[in-house]
C-alpha cells in the first residue's frame, strides 16, 4: 500500500469569498476562515458566501 506523502505545509486555499449581508452589503475575505469569522461576528445578520475566484490569477493557455 503507498503512503502519502506531504508536499507542502503551507494552507491550501485557492478561492477567495464573499459574505453578504441582508442590508445589501458584502465584505470579501482571502480565507475560508476570515469568511466564518465575519459570518459570526457580523452585527446585521449574513445571507450567504459566495465562493469567488482571485482577482488577478490567470489560466494556462496551453502550450
Known amino acids: 500500500m503507498k503512503q502519502f506523502t506531504e508536499t507542502s505545509s503551507d494552507p ?5 469569498y464573499r459574505v453578504w449581508l441582508r442590508d ?4 470579501d ?3 475560508y ?3 466564518q469569522r465575519v459570518w459570526y461576528s457580523s452585527k446585521t445578520r449574513p445571507i ?8 488577478g490569477r490567470r489560466r494556462a493557455k496551453g502550450f
Open 12 to 16: 491550501y486555499d485557492r478561492h477567495h
Open 48 to 55: 450567504t458566501i459566495e465562493v469567488m475566484q482571485p482577482k
Open 33 to 35: 476562515d476570515a469568511a
Open 29 to 31: 475575505v482571502e480565507s
Open 24 to 27: 445589501g452589503s458584502f465584505k
